[in-house]
């Protein structure tokens, strides 16, 4: 069976504009561009979650714009249910978005303060489906009661409900169309502790019962963990490790990973743990190393990090792009 | 020796067209000298209110509804303002979330350091500027005499972090306050910034209050542990036993809460919701999301009494189980 999504080659550059970028094309130089996704490949099964893990500017974020082309790839494929989404015209387009929807990181600012839960709930359906109002009306009382929400918010405005009621209303306009892939852009990373335990379960009990799938891209390993059956972390535009989830948790190889887990505090005062550290900051996606890209930060570098590195499978399903594993 | 900072009863309240809000509702806590503390809680628990009274810092509608706050003997409500504003960053500093915003963003970073040493400590401007430059050094901040000439909006989050931690430091404060220091930096850079804040606590033996709602971060850094909830200050204990036996219910729901990437447990979130602080009732705040709940727990508020040294829990439920059930 092929994947539900797969990615090949994906490639994000936005141009850098003004004087110097001019000066640099006349001299024939390459012009500079934030290299945001820098060739990434991977492939989501059907009813599967996979998790993408990084931190600030690594391109999670542009990847999942991309996949549903809200911005344009520069190069590479991206294939949905068989179907090349890069190359697809805008009408098809639009059909195709809706089997594949998103949430966004921020639930106030994803939804419009001027209309009410009814109103962003059922844009989707008058959309995508030939529902009329009265079946648009009891499918989207139907989906908010699915995310635990009840009917009497339905003529709300977002200003009036809590953060937590916002991200299920958000959640909820996802699911209305009944998407095969939902893109989670850091759900959770907005919300208070107990609500993050919340909304981390019902996402999970939503994809029992639909059958969905999951891209759930975070900045914490610590979520991720719950829902994903496999994660893949990414640094500064390309992946360095895709592993099934328990085998990266317990067997981390790149040291990007196992810096980026040592680092997390962990609630137990007498936890002894390796604690691999990074050195500075992430480096400008204008100007990425040559090589491995984590050389210049890495405690374990060595010369040999000074040549081009790939994804490899070291043990099975498990890829690593580094020289020293 | 006296503690440098006690808080007694103290209650924040905020009066608005519907009603009064009780932010803090008569909390007791102290800061000893050279610890890390820890304040924790969800949001709107009345962790940042209580750092904001200490700096004394609430502005209408709120207001200091009683108590007292001492800080090295003195009582620092008493102050007239004039005196409040020589120990307000000189004394005690104040680290905020979001450090971009809490930056001047038309003046230099490096010139906002050097204020600070000419007006509290009367530096030439060759002087500020010299203790500027090492202090930017010290909080680990690569190329200070560059990055000094920097604005904020030109920095990482990271490094507009380690700005004001400088800024807090400039002046050695007995107190530093620290408000969610690391919410929204990455985990690698804010795992930079704990050891930092560690490091120089260390160092400069001052004492911190680290506000923050990650269970982690307090594990990883603080001594003792205070943890609020919807105002009410719930439980306070030295960090292992908060850890290994917390014993209000709602701590043990917290650490319960938390995602954990060291060991395979299943996740339950806080039950219920934060209540309304808006003419809240009498009694416990947690009751209604108490799964230990008694009726006495409705209308007179537990007071806190001692489990063991260095241990308080203000339950009645947890107390009327220890009693039922002497350990040891």
Not at chain 2, 20 to 43: N, Q
Not at chain 2, 77 to 92: D, K, N, S, V, Y
Request: aromatic fraction near 4%; proline fraction near 7%.
């Amino acid at each position: 069976m092929s994947p539900l999504l797969e990615v090949d080659g994906l490639v994000k550059h936005f141009p850098l504009r003004g004087l110097g970028v001019w000066l640099d094309t006349l001299r024939r130089r390459v012009p500079p561009a934030v290299r945001a996704i820098d060739g990434v490949s991977l492939a989501i099964d059907a009813g599967e979650t996979l998790g993408l893990v990084g931190e600030s500017g690594c391109g999670k974020s542009t990847l999942a714009r991309c996949l549903l082309r809200l911005i344009e790839p520069t190069a590479g494929r991206i294939r949905f249910d068989a179907v090349e989404l890069t190359t697809l015209g805008e009408e098809p387009l639009r059909r195709r978005r809706r089997d594949i929807q998103m949430v966004f990181q921020d639930p106030t600012a994803s939804l419009n303060p001027r209309f009410t839960v009814r109103r962003t709930v059922e844009d989707p359906l008058r959309l995508h489906s030939n529902l009329r109002r009265a079946g648009r009306r009891e499918r989207a009382q139907e989906v908010l009661g699915r995310v635990g929400l009840g009917a009497e918010l339905l003529d709300r405005y977002p200003h009036e409900l809590s953060g937590g009621q916002r991200q299920r209303v958000n959640i909820a306009r996802a699911i209305a169309t009944e998407p095969r892939l939902v893109v989670l852009d850091e759900p959770t990373s907005a919300l208070d502790v107990s609500l993050r335990a919340r909304i981390i379960m019902l996402l999970g009990e939503l994809r029992e019962k639909l059958g969905m799938t999951y891209l759930f891209i975070s900045h914490d390993l610590a979520t991720v963990k719950y829902l994903s059956r496999r994660v893949a972390v990414m640094y500064l535009g390309t992946i360095v490790e895709q592993a099934p989830t328990h085998e990266l948790f317990r067997h981390p190889l790149h040291p990007y990973t196992r810096a980026l887990l040592s680092a997390i505090p962990v609630p137990d005062p007498d936890a002894r743990r390796e604690r691999l550290v990074l050195a500075g900051e992430v480096p400008s996606p204008i100007d990425v190393p040559t090589g491995c890209r984590l050389r210049f930060r890495c405690p374990l570098a060595q010369p040999v990090c000074a040549e081009p590195v790939a994804l490899r499978e070291v043990a099975p399903r498990h890829l690593v792009a580094c020289h020293l594993v | 020796m006296r503690p440098l900072l006690e808080v007694e009863n103290l209650s924040v309240a905020f009066d608005t067209d519907e009603g009064t809000v009780g932010a803090v509702d008569a909390i007791d806590l102290d800061v000893r000298r050279g610890e890390i503390l820890g304040l924790v809680g969800e949001s709107g628990s009345g962790k940042s209110v209580t750092a904001l009274a200490v700096f004394r810092l609430i502005r209408p509608p709120g207001r200091i509804a009683g108590g007292s706050i001492r800080f090295d003997g003195r009582d620092l409500l008493a102050l007239p303002e004039e005196e409040m504003r020589r120990i307000r960053g000189a004394q005690i500093a104040m680290v905020f979330q979001s450090p971009r915003t809490a930056l001047n963003p038309v003046l230099p970073v490096g010139r906002q350091i050097a204020r600070l040493y000419r007006l509290h400590q009367g530096c030439s401007a060759a002087e500020a500027r010299r203790r500027t430059l090492e202090m930017l050094g010290l909080v680990g901040i690569p190329e200070p005499e560059r990055r000094a000439r920097d604005y904020a909006h030109q920095l990482s989050g990271g490094m507009c972090q380690r700005v004001m931690i400088a800024m807090a430091l400039a002046t050695s404060p007995r107190l530093l306050l620290a408000d969610e220091p690391t919410t929204g930096l990455d985990v690698s850079i804010a795992a930079q910034i704990l050891d930092l804040l560690r490091d120089l606590g260390r160092r400069t033996g001052a004492s911190i209050v680290l506000i923050t709602h990650d269970l982690g971060v307090v594990a990883g850094l603080c001594d003792r542990v205070a943890v609020m909830h919807a105002g009410q200050l719930v439980e306070c204990a030295d960090v292992r036993s908060l850890f290994r036996e917390p014993a209000h219910p709602y701590t043990r729901a917290l650490v319960r809460s938390i995602p954990r990437v060291d060991r395979e447990v299943t996740m339950e979130p806080v039950p219920g919701v934060v209540p309304s602080l808006l003419d809240a009732p009498p009694g416990c705040r947690y009751a209604d999301r108490c799964p230990d709940v008694l009726d006495v727990c409705r209308t007179v508020k537990p007071a806190r009494s001692a489990r063991a040294r260095d241990h308080e829990v203000a339950c009645y439920a947890t107390e009327a189980a220890r009693v039922a059930a002497p350990r040891g």
